[in-house]
Structures are given as C-alpha cells and as structure tokens.
C-alpha cells in the first residue's frame, strides 16, 4: 500500500492521524512516522521488511499528523544523542529520549481539547489503554 494511502506522503492532504513509534528488535532502532491506523502499519512494515521483531512502542493521536511527523523528526535530527539512519525515518537511541522528543511535537497538534479521553496503543497494539488527555 502507499503511504500516501495511509495519510501521509508529499502531496496528501494534512490530517487527524496517529503518529507513532514503532521499534525494530533486530537493529535496536526505532521508526518514526505518521498513519490513519497503526495496527495496520505496523503489519505492512513486517511485510514490506520481512521482519517480524517490529512492535509499536507508542503511538499518540494528532490533529495535523503529517505537521506533527515533520515536527518530531526536525526535533530528532537536532538531538545529538539521536542518531539517524541517512535520510529515513528510522532513529538509534534511548527510547525515553526518542518518546519525549516526540511527545514534545505531538502537544503542539493535540487531537482534542482538554478533558476528552483518548485511546493509545501499547507494544503490540492487541492491548488498549484509555487515558485522561492532558
């Protein structure tokens, strides 16, 4: 599928996504990026990589998810304990370190306004969590 398909892509219309993390356990790194639906994602990524060591390690609902994206990988490549590989969205480094750098970029594209519960995933997106939005 392209990712254009999975809302985001040059050329897709901006819109309310997910933006996740999803960590590779063979190379110890993580992927940055923006979908509609991160279940899904995940499984194309196993797929597309022949890799079944892949698990969502968070992912945070967003208004604006291809702003959001952009955002958090500028705040990764600015990180010098981060790490990219060339020019893809896949980051080496401490997971709390990647997950605040993007949690700090999703907060300036909330999903919702204050008060409203959201649901997130957590590891391998079988379990869901709600939590008071903040």
Same mark, same amino acid.
């Given at each position: ?25 063979? =190379?110890? $790194?993580?992927?940055?990026? @923006?979908? *509609?639906?991160?279940?899904?994602? /995940?499984?194309?990524? #196993?797929?597309?990589l ?10 945070? =609902?967003? $208004?604006?998810?291809?702003? @959001?994206? *952009?955002?958090?990988?500028?705040? /990764?490549?600015?990180? #010098? ?25 999703c ?7 204050f ?20």
């Amino acid at each position: 599928m392209a990712y254009s398909q999975l809302g985001g892509g040059r050329g897709a219309r901006d819109e309310k996504g997910y933006i996740y993390i999803i960590r590779d356990g063979n =190379k110890h $790194r993580y992927k940055v990026g @923006a979908t *509609n639906n991160p279940k899904r994602r /995940l499984s194309e990524l #196993k797929r597309e990589l022949n890799n079944t060591r892949l698990s969502v390690k968070s992912s945070k =609902k967003v $208004r604006s998810m291809k702003a @959001a994206e *952009n955002e958090a990988h500028q705040y /990764l490549k600015q990180n #010098k304990k981060i790490k990219q590989e060339g020019t893809s969205e896949w980051f080496q480094g401490n997971y709390q370190t990647i997950q605040g750098i993007v949690k700090r970029a999703c907060k300036k594209f909330p999903a919702y306004n204050f008060g409203i519960r959201v649901q997130f995933f957590h590891n391998d997106c079988s379990q869901f969590y709600s939590k008071q939005s903040m």
